[in-house]
């Protein structure tokens, strides 16, 4: 295992850029006074340099021999005599030109991990190259980093460490690369060591993640390059997902705990043996500084995810999937995510799927998310199916076992989330009724959730209710559940009666598969001769059998009764229905009746004119027919 607590190293580098020894020697050539660095020497300084609030008076003699970007600034100057010289842009600051200073006036410096990047990025600024002088700065530290640094497994990691703060002058002389396959190389060469060895095996599991701390103390864009490196050089994606893993515990709050410190107030109750989880978000965390950083580490870690299914848990998944929605991660990144959970979703737990909405919709829960991420699982099972001879994708479960599991996670989703007021009846079907029949061999637990939506949405409809109990098959209640059913005034009628009808049958259906006694009596004729005979387990067993069938028939003639009163009630329903509709319909008859004799009247008036109209003297008849009256009226008169 790589010491990452040894001391730090300390090197004298001689002219040739070779390392000669190890040792810690400060020059006193150098002392400092409040805010500037003077040179002990009898000769007066000839040029200032200043870095910020430090200044350090030194001679251009010493510097110009060894710096090209100095020695260009001066001979540059418009001024006659140039005297200052200001390098506030220097990497490193003035630490790192502390060191540079006493280089180039001869001294021994102490080099450690933690100056050697600022000191090479220095030399680099400020030019000091063999064209100048030979063993200049810059062959100097670079002999240091490649021939004492990137030996170490703890100075690689402190140099790469280092250069977080030097970008990108690090990355550009290839610092932060080199450190990375450094790392890289060793933990993986170390594992294959610690492998290598059978008879080891059990200690080798224990110390496979021994540099998982290691990494993780690096930022997110130097954990990526040395998890691709690492992940070029063959280690284990296992290896490579628990790293990751690790990595998010120690960097995303929220991923060991429930929801984010500070944003999500979350806790638990109980409720009718239910677990509940109360989410209340508190504005919008995704704008913040810590969400901008959270949505960096988390894309960056998803994009360095190894492919395989089981190289990250589906729990950590989820977690990362719930802070992603939270802080606004990319779409594109969110949806792998989901596509991610859905490939293995028989291993999610259903606290784990409890994700909340964030202001997303008006439902306290992403029941949305959860819909996609089911999608995605199915089309792993479509796909599964399509393709007999392949392997599953989940690669430790079976098909039907993993259906079987995903029903059940999926029925205690929907008993959690039906208590929502404002979750709709079709999302609730949708999630209820997208999985085959065959998956569930149980339906007690869709029932529960029936059950428990119809308690929280109590002014659904005749129809809607109908609808809801569509996802649950009556025939698949255990008892305990058909006993609730069969009492449940929340129900549709229609399905009570279903339930009742289902129960008859399989209570006739088994005492007709019950042996009856007389077919026992032609091997021993009498029954009391075969009690004595055999053990006293058989006589229990044979006393306790008889119990069960009596209770068998008692429930039967329970479920008779009340199946006789349901119809009784539906007969009375159905003659009540019935005169109802006679009454209708012979009030119907009589108004017909009576619009039937007034066109008849006109009918016949109608028929008498016609006939009339018909005849040969039609205009005597007519007249005949007007004058008639007035003859009569002159006659009374």
Known sequence: ?????????????????????????????????????????????????????????????????????????????????????????????????????????????????????????????????EDLEEGNLIKKTEAFINYVMLSSWKDSISVLKSCEELSPWAENLQIVRRCSESVAWKASSEYAGKHSNNSCASRNQVLSDWWFE????????????????????????????????????????????????????????????????????????????????????????????????????????????????????????????????????EEATMADLLIPSYNRSETMYDVDLVQRIFEHFLIREQMEMSSPGREPMSGKIDDMNAKMRVAKLIDGYLAEVSRDKNL????????????????????????????????????????????????????????????????????????????????QMKLSTGLSKQPDEPHYEPIIQNRKTLLEETPQSFQDGWATAKKEISMLKFDLETVKTKYIELQHEMESLQMQYDSVMKLKQESMWLSGWKKLSKMTKVTTIENMGSVIVGSKNRSNIVEHTVKTPRRRRYSLS
């Open 214 to 345: 290691d990494v993780s103390v690096l930022k997110i864009d130097y954990f990526v390059r040395v998890i691709t490196a690492i992940k070029v050089k063959g280690m284990k994606y296992e290896l490579v997902g628990s790293a990751i893993m690790h990595y998010a515990m120690k960097w995303i709050p929220g991923m060991i705990k429930e929801g984010l410190s500070g944003s999500v107030e979350e806790g638990t109750s109980t409720k009718n043996g239910l677990h509940m989880i109360i989410a209340v978000n508190k504005g919008d965390h995704s704008s913040s500084p810590e969400g901008k950083r959270q949505r960096a580490i988390i894309e960056s870690l998803i994009s360095i995810t190894p492919p395989q299914n089981d190289s990250v848990s589906c729990s950590f998944l989820l977690r990362l999937l719930r802070i992603a929605t939270m802080v606004n991660v990319s779409p594109a990144l969110v949806t792998e995510l989901e596509k991610r959970v859905g490939m293995q979703l």
């Open 424 to 503: 709709s009846l079709t999302k609730f079907q949708v999630l209820a009724e997208a999985l085959p029949e065959s998956a569930r061999s149980c339906d007690d637990g869709i029932y529960a959730a029936i059950d428990s939506y119809l308690k929280a949405h109590p002014m659904l409809s005749e129809h809607e209710r109908r609808r809801l109990c569509r996802a649950m098959d009556v025939h698949k209640l255990s008892k305990d559940a058909y006993t609730h059913a069969a009492q449940n005034e929340r129900l549709p009628l229609r399905v009570i009666v279903q339930v009742i009808f289902s129960e």
């Open 1 to 129: 295992m790589w010491d990452s607590e040894s001391e730090a190293t300390v090197a004298r580098i001689d002219d040739n850029g070779v390392v000669s020894g190890r040792h810690s020697v400060d020059t006193d050539m150098f002392e400092r006074r409040g805010q500037s660095w003077y040179v002990a020497t009898d000769i007066p300084s000839d040029l200032l340099i200043q870095i910020g609030e430090i200044s350090f008076h030194l001679h251009k003699c010493q510097l110009l021999s060894k710096s090209g970007r100095i020695n260009r600034m001066i001979c540059e100057s418009t001024e006659i005599e140039l005297q200052k010289v200001i390098l506030d842009k220097l990497p490193g600051g003035a630490e790192a030109f502390e060191l540079v200073a006493k280089f180039c006036y001869g001294g021994i410096i102490k080099l450690t991990a933690a100056v050697i990047t600022g000191l090479r990025c220095a030399a680099e600024y400020l030019e000091m190259t």
